[in-house]
């Protein structure tokens, strides 16, 4: 599982590099990319945290991806999940972050 970094919207903010659990991410030219994206484990915390949702999550084979990518928007407690496929349709799912652990 591995992420892709749009180097063209990336802003250099620096914030996946912080956040990411695995320090995977190192800037270059103000910009950020991926040291080993083979030890990516798709925790997705870079996809929620970046401010111009330049970051998404490639789906793999075995969830049923087959080359689809994730990209996640914030909208106060609101996340929007979008997944778009390679055939150019996309899905959305809503989640409220006010319901977890809510059972
Ligand atoms: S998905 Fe998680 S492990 Fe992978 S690069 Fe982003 S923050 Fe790091
Ligand atoms: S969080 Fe987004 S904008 Fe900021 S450095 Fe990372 S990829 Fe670029």
């Known amino acids: 599982m591995s992420i892709h970094i749009d180097r063209n919207t990336c802003i250099g903010c620096g914030r996946c590099a912080n956040i990411c659990p695995g320090t995977l991410f190192c800037m270059t030219d103000g910009r950020a990319s991926l040291r ?30 087959m080359g689809s990518r994730m990209t996640v928007r914030r909208e106060d407690s609101l996340l929007h999940w979008t997944v778009a496929r390679p055939d150019h349709t996309t899905e959305t799912i809503t989640v409220d972050t006010r319901d977890a652990n809510k059972y």
């Open 36 to 65: 080993y994206p083979e030890e990516c484990w798709g925790c997705v915390s870079c996809v929620k945290e970046c401010p111009v949702h330049a970051i998404s999550l490639y789906l793999g084979a075995d969830i049923g991806g």
